[in-house]
């Protein structure tokens, strides 16, 4: 649990100084997520080290934004007063989004195979 | 010597308690979802349904309250790092396809982000409505720091991730069947990039490379949403 902690946290220090460079650009630990994943991949790091302590965290993350869940207590007002905006946005916009995802790999995937034979 | 109702006092507007009603309404959620199985009882919305009245009788204000459940807020960075070695794990799953997964990815993040902004703009949504909505589809760690970084509000980022993970787990598979799509790759893909965890339970009922591929979405989302909100947010 010490090793994979500190690796985690070592790459998330890692992304937020990259993040600083970059403006703010990406948030830090989305860059930490990358460099985590490239240095699995080029096997900088061992899955092993981190097994245990990803796999708790990952499996247990929900609890973790419920701090700043709770802070909508600030925009109830704000909430009510667009309920048609944001359902209208979030509806359709999930709904594209689930055809084009789904439509452009099963097209991809077709012209792949297609090409093999 | 009051001192009994003083150290009590102390006691209730301390960490441990706070931790304790966070973790308590938490567990309260897990219990009702697993019970029930309604999806509408996610644990984060139940612990949302108690806290927020909570503070409001007691008249505690969110500050004191965030600030004492600073322990798990810092998780929050963290957990999107360890999310780097869930996606290695399903690293097998994407041999020989990984253009198209990210060719696919990139385009439905696109669409999803314009989308949902342009809507938002149409119905004359404010900078902090519209910032707050735009990372809908990625996970909530990611959405709620994508939010805090273009002028939206984290909170409000969360619950819209939440809708829109409910309701494309809802209509996901129904929508994918009807535009025709078979592949096992493209569902999965579909699912967790639009949906991201929520969507993932509903892939992984389809089947385990379904459910696998939609973990690897969302970790993908992810980090083109990050990558692309950048430009769209002129626009907000």
Not at chain 2, 117 to 135: E, H, N, Q, W, Y
Not at chain 2, 151 to 166: E, K, M, R, T, Y
Request: aromatic share 10%; hydrophobic share 55%; glycine share 10%.
């Amino acid at each position: 649990m010490i090793k994979g902690t500190f690796f985690i946290l070592l790459f998330y220090l890692l992304g937020e100084i990259i993040s600083l460079l970059l403006n703010g650009f990406i948030p830090g630990s989305v860059i930490g997520m990358v460099l985590l994943f490239l240095s699995l991949l080029f096997k900088i790091v061992r899955p092993e080290w981190l097994r245990k302590t990803a796999t708790v965290i990952t499996r247990n993350m929900a609890i973790f934004f419920v701090p700043a869940a709770v802070g909508l207590v600030a925009y109830v007002e704000l909430l009510s007063n667009s309920l048609v905006t944001i359902f209208s946005a979030i509806i359709i916009s999930t709904i594209l989004t689930i055809i084009v995802v789904g439509l452009v790999q099963q097209a991809l995937e077709n012209k792949i195979g297609a090409k093999k034979k | 010597m009051n001192s009994i109702s003083e150290h009590i006092r102390i006691l209730l507007s301390g960490e441990v308690f706070f931790l304790l009603l966070t973790l308590g309404s938490f567990l309260l959620g897990v219990f009702l979802y697993k019970r029930t199985k309604i999806p509408l009882l996610q644990p984060l919305l139940v612990s949302m349904i108690i806290i927020i009245p909570f503070l409001k009788i007691t008249g505690i204000e969110y500050q004191v309250f965030y600030e004492k459940t600073r322990l798990l807020s810092f998780m929050l960075g963290p957990s999107v790092v360890a999310l780097g070695y869930v996606l290695y794990e399903q690293i097998e799953y994407i041999r020989g396809n990984v253009i198209s997964i990210l060719t696919s990815v990139f385009v439905g993040s696109l669409v999803g982000i314009l989308s949902v902004v342009l809507i938002a703009k149409l119905f004359g949504a404010d900078r902090l409505l519209t910032a707050s909505l735009a990372p809908k589809s990625v996970t909530t760690p990611i959405a709620m720091n994508l939010a805090e970084n273009t002028g939206g509000v984290p909170s409000l980022a969360a619950v819209f991730v939440v809708i829109c993970g409910l309701f494309g787990g809802l209509v996901g598979p129904l929508i994918l069947r009807r535009i025709g799509v078979k592949s096992s790759i493209a569902k999965g893909l579909a699912l967790g990039s639009a949906s991201h965890a929520l969507g993932t339970v509903k892939a992984m009922e389809m089947g385990v490379l379904e459910g696998a591929i939609s973990g690897l979405a969302i970790g993908i989302m992810g980090v083109m949403t990050a990558l692309l909100i950048p430009f769209v947010e002129r626009f907000f």
